[in-house]
């Protein structure tokens, strides 16, 4: 169920897409400006993306497999493109793995994430916490 503002009262949409057990997603797959649904599903490690936003079943228009066991999935518009890439956190080795655009390329970036930089700069956490994505300061366009 997808509401397009923040007040209470029914969703604007009842998408059906996805698996039981599919971890739920959204993003601007198509550069229309427009989010819309995408799934990770951890049992085979694939993303899964739907441009369609209407009531009932969406098709699969995009399928994406470059990740492991335990990754934990991000969406982000990760070159300020306009459209939203995939991406994923690997725990094991603190590693975040990014794949620009949607196509059969491999992804683009491998980051390691220091938690001790955190710490030192005055951010708290504790184990299990899970990482979300965003603009988190001013931008230059």
Known sequence: MIKNNLIAGIEDYNIAFG??????????WNV???????VYRPGNGTFYT???NANGPAPTDGTYTF???GDIPLTGDWTHSGYSGLGVFRQAS???????????????????????????NGFDGMAGDLPVSGIWGPTTE
Not at 19 to 28: H, P, Q, Y
Not at 103 to 118: G, I, K, R, V, Y
């Open 19 to 28: 698996l039981a057990g599919d971890i739920a997603l959204g993003g601007d």
């Open 32 to 38: 229309d400006g427009v989010s819309s649904a995408g």
């Open 67 to 69: 990740c492991n066991a």
């Open 94 to 120: 603190n590693t975040f793995v990014l794949k620009y655009s949607l196509d059969a390329s491999a992804p683009n970036a491998t980051a390691q994430f220091d938690p001790d930089l955190l710490f030192r």
């Open 50 to 52: 739907s441009n369609r």
